[in-house]
């Protein structure tokens, strides 16, 4: 098992940058896809990005492709979501997640564990 706690939410302005950190603690962190989701008010829980236990392979949704930047540390037992050029619509409940398996998955089914969440407020 795994424990997750997010970090770096804030308030920033369209265009503005902010950097979400995501410690783990428990079972080997290394041995986890690790995958960052949103969820705005009223919405569903929508995927974001994803990287492979070594980090070396990355996915993300189209609308924040060249924008975001999904990174891991496993010496550090971290995981960060660089976002760049900020808008609005990125403003959401951030979660990190864990999932046991290999594959990397968009489906916030397919991910075992959750962090509490990060708050991201964009104002226009």
């Known amino acids: 098992q795994v424990q997750l706690a997010e970090s770096g939410g804030g308030l920033v302005q369209t265009g503005g940058s902010l950097r979400l950190s995501c410690a783990a603690s428990g079972r080997s962190f290394s041995s986890y896809v690790m995958g960052w989701f949103r969820q705005a008010p009223g919405k569903e829980r929508e995927f974001v990005a994803v990287?492979?236990?070594?980090?070396?392979?990355?996915y993300y949704r189209d609308s924040v492709k060249g924008r975001f930047t999904v990174s891991r540390d496993n010496a550090k037992n971290t995981v960060t979501l660089q976002m760049n050029s900020l808008q609005p619509e990125d403003a959401a409940v951030y979660y990190c997640a864990a999932r046991e398996a290999a594959l990397l998955i968009a489906s916030a089914r397919g991910f075992d564990y959750w962090g509490r969440g990060t708050q991201v407020t964009v104002s226009s």
């Open positions: 990287t492979d236990r070594t980090g070396l392979n990355t």
